[in-house]
Every structure is written in structure tokens, then in C-alpha cells.
């Protein structure tokens, strides 16, 4: 595969999809849905053998490909491209803060990916929990057991790791966003979901040109709708660069690193409009609001904020800025007590008994067609009212408010 380096051959483990039980719904998207399952034959590979199950429908794969046919080039004819260059990357990944893929499942309708499950929900569910749902000033001072660490800088040293490997298998993530980065069970980071990648080469050029970039001047002359499929990443995380369309290379992840620090200090992203096109003018035109007195931290997020590629802050400064002054980078991994570890979460072998037999495909099938307004009652139903009273606390305690009413639409990427 271009750009990607294997250390060997070994093709992912295939699955049944028989042997996987869904125990509830963790997220909808634009192409499938992601479940809770429990793996009955390999119960060693995760905790209780439970995993995330990633489904993507095929036919929705087909249906978006068909309505870009007329700005497809002939090399991307294939709607499956996507799918099996994200399975070839996460076969590859062999890193603690990113996904291990367990399985691939292949039927006539549906394309699985299994992957470790992170009971913890997302970078912005826990930001949600916290005073004023930010990390404010206090809790970033406050420093916790057996480590030099802040809270705030704990998590964006662990993102900063994260795509520091990525980029040095030549992979440019381009979807940063604090629901892409799950919490595991240890309290570290995860960043997941690979569809929007790419593994272009970081030095020797820019990743092409985009005759589907968006300019200043574009943006008030057309209805938003028109461009949907216009850019790559989500519409408050997209570097300027994407935006205009002039080529980008790995500062993309960059300058997505600086929104998440930005949304987690101040709750909420730095360039939001009341529309897209009003985002992507302040994007393009406006300078963060740094409100508050000069830190290392503020300095870092303006660094990162840079507009300019060329001039944004490189990862090897990053890691030497002032806000990270003193951190043992090769340590971070090995803390064993993280700011925040996820209260222990239990499937008692009766609940996952009691919980009635979903198919999988079918489920899909309806929320691709948009006929599935009764679906979610068949995750996670039970043969008892406690039981099921049971599943609605887990499911609540684990995702809180992330992935428990994913947006629907085409920027969101189920996991």
C-alpha cells in the first residue's frame, strides 16, 4: 500500500458475523452504524469479550458514489476503496493510543470492522462533565498523583504522540475532533475512525490540489448544499488550507490539534458561524480569541491556529514548546493512573442473555433506507423491566452525552 510500511503480510482475522452478539447501539452515521457486541469465541482479547463493532453498509457506499460519479477520477471508480484502505490501516497500527483491529466481517450487505472498545465515550463527553463544561484554569493547574502532568496537557500530549506515529508511517489523519478521541478503559487515549485518511507521503509535496476547495470568494455565491461533499473533515476542525483547496500535507492534523486544545479550555471551537459558510469565512479570515492572560498554553493553541502551513508550528517544536517544558515524552504511555479512569462497567452473563437476538444486517439495512423509526428498541431489549432498566444505565453511564445521539449527518463518523 502507498506510503504505508508493514513490518509483515498477515492479513486481518476474518469473523463470523454469528458469533457476535450486539448488546446496544454505540453511534449512527451517513454509511452504517457502530454496536457493542460481545465475541463469545474470543473472550481473552478484550475485556468480557466485548468489542466496537463498526458497520458500514455497502449500498450506502454505492449511493454516495454514484451522486460524485461526475467528480470522481477513474482510479476512485471503486466505492469500496475507502473501506479496505481504512481495514489496511488499522491492520497496520501497533500503538497503545490507537486501535488494534480484531476482525473483519464481509456479507453481501455489510463490511464490519471489530475493533477494542473504549467504555469511557469521548474527548467531549468527558469536557461536558466538567464545571462549565471546559477544562477550566483551575483543573489544568491542578496536578494529580505520581505525575508532572496537568489534566489538559496529560490528553494533548497523548494526541500529539498519537499523530506523531501516524505521520511516520506517512498517514495524514484529517479528521481531528474531540469525538474521534474515545477514553479506554485505563484512562489513555484512543483516536479512531481512519475513513477520512490518507497515506500520502508527508515529505515531497502536498497532497493534491483541490479542484473541490472552497474559496473566500466562493462562499456567499452558493448554497452551501451544493459543496457537501467540497472538503475533507469536519466543518469547525478543517484547516483553511482544505478549505481553499491549495493542497495540504500533515499540518492539517496540526491545526486540528489547536481546535481541540482551543474546545477544551474554552468549550467550544474557535471559528463556529451560525452557518457553514460563515465558518469557513472566519476560518479563513479571523484569528482565534484567546481570551484570558498569556500562558504557554494560549501561546501553543495560537502556534497551532497558525493560517499559513508553511508557518504553523511543527510537530518537533510541539513537543518542545514551554507548555510541555519538562514532560518525559516516552513516559506518557506508561502512567498508570490517568486524570480520569472510567468506572468499572459489568455485563452480567444473564443480562447478556436476556438480551434479545438483533440482526445486524437488517438493522443496517433499515437505517440506510431511513425506515427504521422503531430500530433502537431492538437493541437492547430485555425479557424483564429491570434488565432493561439495567442496559439503559449502562448505556448511559458509558456514552453519557457523546455517542449516545450521534449527529446524522455526513460529517459524522460512527465508531
Not at 5 to 17: F, I, Q, T
Not at 23 to 40: E, I, M, N, P, T
Not at 212 to 219: A, H, N, Y
Not at 220 to 248: D, L, Q
Amino acid at each position: 500500500m502507498e506510503g504505508l510500511e508493514r513490518s509483515g503480510d498477515e492479513a486481518p482475522p476474518l469473523m463470523e458475523l454469528r458469533r457476535l452478539k450486539a448488546l446496544s447501539l454505540l453511534g449512527r452515521g451517513a454509511k452504517g452504524v457502530a454496536f457493542l457486541v460481545k465475541d463469545d469465541e474470543e473472550s481473552s482479547s478484550s475485556e468480557q469479550g466485548l468489542l466496537a463493532l463498526k458497520v458500514i453498509s455497502k449500498a450506502a457506499l454505492i449511493e454516495k458514489k454514484r451522486k460524485n460519479n461526475d467528480s470522481s477520477s477513474k482510479r476512485d471508480n471503486d466505492p469500496m476503496k475507502r473501506i479496505w484502505f481504512e481495514r489496511d490501516v488499522l491492520n497496520l497500527l501497533d500503538h497503545p493510543l490507537l486501535p488494534k483491529l480484531r476482525g473483519v466481517v464481509v456479507t453481501g450487505e455489510i463490511v464490519c470492522f471489530a475493533m477494542d472498545y473504549c467504555p469511557g465515550g469521548n474527548l467531549n463527553s468527558l469536557r461536558k462533565q466538567q464545571t462549565e463544561k471546559m477544562f477550566s484554569e483551575d483543573l489544568i493547574r491542578f496536578r494529580f498523583p505520581a505525575t508532572a502532568l496537568f489534566l489538559l496537557r496529560f490528553y494533548a500530549a497523548e494526541i500529539v504522540l498519537a499523530l506523531e506515529y501516524l505521520h511516520g508511517l506517512g498517514i495524514v489523519y484529517r479528521d481531528l475532533k474531540p469525538e474521534n478521541i474515545l477514553i479506554q478503559e485505563n484512562g489513555h487515549l484512543m483516536v479512531v475512525d481512519f475513513d477520512l485518511s490518507t497515506n500520502r507521503r508527508i515529505s515531497g509535496g502536498l497532497i493534491g490540489e483541490s479542484r473541490t476547495g472552497i474559496g473566500v470568494d466562493e462562499l456567499p455565491k452558493k448554497p452551501v448544499s451544493e459543496r457537501s461533499n467540497s472538503f475533507v473533515g469536519t466543518e469547525e476542525y478543517v484547516s483553511p488550507e482544505i478549505i481553499s483547496g491549495t493542497g495540504h500535507d500533515s499540518a492539517v492534523d496540526r491545526w486540528g490539534l489547536g481546535v481541540v486544545m482551543y474546545e477544551m479550555l474554552y468549550g467550544r471551537t474557535p471559528f463556529r458561524g451560525t452557518n457553514r459558510s460563515e465558518t469557513f469565512y472566519r476560518i479563513l479570515t479571523k484569528e482565534p480569541e484567546l481570551v484570558g492572560d498569556p500562558t504557554a498554553l494560549r501561546d501553543l493553541i495560537r502556534k497551532l491556529l497558525e493560517k499559513d502551513p508553511a508557518m504553523r508550528i511543527s510537530m518537533e517544536e510541539i513537543k518542545g514548546h514551554e507548555f510541555f517544558k519538562g514532560l518525559d515524552w516516552d513516559s506518557v504511555v506508561r502512567i498508570s493512573r490517568p486524570p480520569y479512569i472510567p468506572p468499572p462497567q459489568m455485563w452480567e452473563e444473564e443480562d447478556v442473555e436476556g438480551i434479545k437476538e438483533i440482526d445486524v444486517e437488517e438493522y443496517v439495512k433499515e437505517a440506510w433506507e431511513g425506515q427504521n423509526g422503531n430500530c433502537d428498541d431492538k437493541i437492547g431489549g430485555k425479557s424483564d423491566h429491570k434488565k432493561e432498566t439495567q442496559t439503559q444505565s449502562y448505556k448511559k453511564d458509558v456514552w453519557r452525552e457523546g455517542l449516545g445521539n450521534p449527529i446524522k449527518t455526513s460529517d459524522f463518523s460512527v465508531f
